[in-house]
């Protein structure tokens, strides 16, 4: 049988992939000039390849309808995925977090390997290929036409499986503009609402990130708060990171995907009820904190009050929690209050900050919605309303936390798409 794969990225490659060991003749459609091109920029050009964590343990990662993926999970693992790449030569290491890369640091080496496999399993590879239509007849799939980008020329593929892979709507460079919305669109598929999802987070306070801006925090505790209720919506402990609006980092971005599903977030956005509270001493208690100030205030006795916290603080952080304390900068350390020594220790245990919105979509590492899952079969990944037509990867409703789990979903949805094809 002969199975088109529309996309050549993560989840695109392991679909053709896997379809070719089931003895089809496979077409990947690529519409960049090569294969893989959002994969090259993940992790920061060093590929966070998967995670280290048992797979049981992977749906609880994934807030954006991880139930759905327990076959694909199932059907292929993060082993899996490294038992490749260890076959072409690329090992692998745990890094923090359970983080898996690439010994190299190069995500090209990644890329290179899921190449070589390709080409052992005789698939072809059509560059600069847009699909523009998926033909059907009688609700079952008989081909679809595509552009070659260079020439415009139009070309028609008749085929029995097409497996859609074609990303979501982040990092459009990249070749993910949404083309796979459309197509699935137009075959009667339903798009949930699309949003970025692991994004940075603008802040109300943009003066104060702007002064702090590219300050990295590590182990650090966050919690981000609901004000209309006082509850804590979402607490992790890690690296953050500020920008000229507001905020990044591991954590921040971990926590992108769980605000957005909040009911009613983007009032409570508008209205300034979600505030994001840093504990920048989580290892000490206020009262030991406390403490620490004593000893350092009086080893620093006779200085300035603004010369005092270096032991304390990042330099950069210095001046922005001096004023935030409303203790005169001038005043001698001896003279520091015990009112002002409280304040200063809750202002360090609770840095507050107070989310306005999620960053741009461009800014997204992924895109949260896409193809209903209610309208795919998740053992097969097979359309429920085209027979023959498939989907894998970031285009389905399906999205998780950073730490791997994203680019293990490509992989596992891929392979289960290709293998029932």
Do not use: W
């Not at 519409?31 to 048992?54: A, Q």
């Amino acid at each position: 049988m002969k199975v088109v794969v529309i996309g050549g990225g993560p989840a695109g490659m392991l679909a053709a992939i896997s379809a070719s060991k089931q003895n089809n003749e496979v077409i990947i459609l690529e519409k960049m000039e090569k294969c893989g091109k959002k994969l090259l920029i993940t992790g920061k050009g060093r590929c966070n390849i998967t995670s280290n964590l048992d797979i049981s343990e992977f749906i609880s990662n994934v807030p954006g309808n991880g139930r759905f993926l327990y076959s694909a999970f199932s059907n292929f693992t993060n082993l899996d995925i490294i038992e490749i790449l260890k076959k072409h030569g690329v090992k692998v290491k745990n890094e923090r977090g359970n983080r898996i890369f690439p010994e190299s640091d190069r995500s090209l080496d990644v890329l290179n390997a899921l190449l070589k496999e390709l080409k052992q399993c005789k698939v072809e590879i059509r560059t600069n290929a847009e699909v523009v239509d998926i033909k059907t007849e009688n609700e079952n799939v008989i081909g679809m036409t595509y552009k070659n980008t260079k020439t415009n020329n139009m070309e028609f593929i008749t085929a029995g499986k097409v497996i859609v892979a074609t990303g979501g709507k982040s990092y459009s460079k990249t070749g993910s503009t949404g083309d796979g919305y459309i197509l699935a669109k137009k075959l009667g598929h339903h798009i949930t609402e699309i949003k970025p999802s692991l994004v940075p987070l603008i802040c109300k306070e943009k003066k104060l990130c702007q002064s702090l801006e590219g300050l990295s925090l590590r182990n650090v505790e966050i919690k981000f708060v609901n004000c209309e209720n006082k509850k804590v919506i979402y607490e992790d402990f890690g690296e953050m990171v500020f920008t000229k609006l507001g905020i990044s980092g591991p954590t921040i971005l971990s926590a992108s995907a769980h605000l957005l599903r909040l009911k009613q977030i983007d009032r409570l956005l508008q209205e300034d009820k979600i505030v994001l509270q840093i504990d920048l001493k989580p290892a000490l208690s206020e009262e030991v904190l406390d403490r620490r100030m004593i000893k350092d205030f009086t080893e620093f006795k006779n200085k300035q009050f603004k010369n005092s916290l270096d032991e304390l603080l990042p330099k950069k952080m210095i001046e922005p929690v001096i004023r935030l304390s409303n203790i005169p900068e001038e005043k001698r350390v001896n003279e520091v209050t015990k009112e002002e020594r409280h304040t200063l220790v809750q202002l360090l245990k609770k840095f507050t900050l107070t989310i306005k919105n999620f960053g741009d979509i461009e800014e997204a590492i992924i895109t949260a919605g896409g193809v209903d899952i209610k309208e795919v079969n998740s053992s097969t990944m097979e359309s429920k309303i085209i027979k023959g037509l498939y989907f894998a990867g970031e285009i389905l409703d399906v999205d998780a936390y950073t730490g791997g789990f994203n680019l293990q979903i490509a992989y596992s949805t891929g392979y289960t798409a290709g293998r029932n094809s």
